[in-house]
């Protein structure tokens, strides 16, 4: 009989900001799995951007995470050290003809897209990529390439679901678990290595949560329609494909939800100003808190 999988899961961070009360549910959601399951819960740093990670964010992500009593195995992973074994993976779909390097800057897309009333939108809102820059003959890539200017990778998805070609679909854990069907067309080519970091948020996630054995990835509700892609990424790169559970997010008093951008410090202040972990937990949604 072939042995079970022993169940991994982790709280994935990008350390831009302060831990916001969002980021407490999250970890505290995927800790608890852990428990239940008599797993492991693991921490990674998700730094790849470069531009705005910040050494002191890290050490506050372990130092929030520590006071509200969560433990993880060291050392931790941190993307920023695996770039090689992410333009590894991107080798091997340019190999395949399945990603394309592309000079497009966001001025361009617009520009491109601005006659099309009604411009179709990816499941995140954002305008489809209009496809400049993919069917070009290899002697005008070169050409591009030699005058230097910055280009992103783009994964090609016609391609990508011509080799692929399943339906694919994924097993949802929120609630009562299901099987959810994935359209990762609706996104378009999207982009595998930025122009500024040789990888995108996409490529690292699948690589690392295969790398570190994750058989459940925890996180909000905001990156389930990201699961498409991700999932048909661990197609392409014959990766295992996770288990998911994306929790609710946490909203403030007036419904929106908290995010670092918009100034959310959460629970660090709430620390420094001498509330017990205890307190700070009372905040959070069921099954931690009454908020
Ligand atoms: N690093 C991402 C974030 O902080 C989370 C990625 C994930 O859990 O897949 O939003």
């Known amino acids: 009989m072939k042995e079970a999988k022993k169940f991994v899961t ?3 961070p990008s350390p831009n900001g302060w831990l ?4 407490a549910y999250s970890a505290l959601t995927a800790a608890r799995a852990a428990q239940d399951a008599g797993g492991d819960f693991l921490l990674r740093i998700e730094d790849i951007d470069v531009g705005r990670a ?9 130092q929030d995470l520590d006071w509200l009593g969560l433990a993880w195995p060291e050392p931790v992973m941190l993307q920023s050290t695996r770039f090689a074994i992410y333009e590894a993976a991107l080798a091997k779909l340019r190999e395949q003809e399945l990603a ?9 897309i617009l520009a491109a897209i601005e006659a099309h009333k009604d411009w179709p939108r990816d499941p995140d809102g954002a305008p489809l990529y209009p496809g400049l820059y993919r069917d070009l003959p290899e002697s005008r890539r070169k050409q591009l390439m030699w005058e230097g200017k910055p280009y992103c990778w783009r994964l090609d998805m016609t391609k990508a679901r011509a080799r692929v070609s399943e339906q694919l679909s994924y097993k949802e854990c929120h609630g009562q678990p299901e099987t959810l069907p994935l359209d990762p067309s609706a996104f378009g080519d999207v982009v595998l290595a930025r122009k500024d970091v040789p990888t995108s ?12 054995g994750v058989t459940q990835v925890t996180r909000g509700q905001d990156l389930q329609p990201a699961t498409a892609i991700h999932v048909l990424l661990q197609k392409l790169l014959e990766l295992p494909q996770p ?6 997010l946490v909203r403030d008093v007036t419904g929106r939800r908290l995010s670092k951008q918009a100034g959310d410090n959460g629970f660090r202040n709430l620390r420094q100003e001498g509330m017990s972990a205890d307190a700070v937990m009372a905040l959070l949604p069921p099954p931690f808190g009454r908020g």
Do not use: K
């Open 100 to 108: 394309y390097p592309c000079w497009a800057t966001r001025g361009d």
């Open 54 to 62: 910040r050494p002191h964010f890290v050490e506050g992500i372990y």
């Open 243 to 248: 288990d998911y559970l994306h929790h609710p």
């Open 201 to 212: 948020y996409h490529l690292a996630v699948v690589i690392d949560d295969a790398a570190q």
């Open 20 to 23: 916001h009360l969002g980021h």
């Open 10 to 12: 982790r709280f994935a």
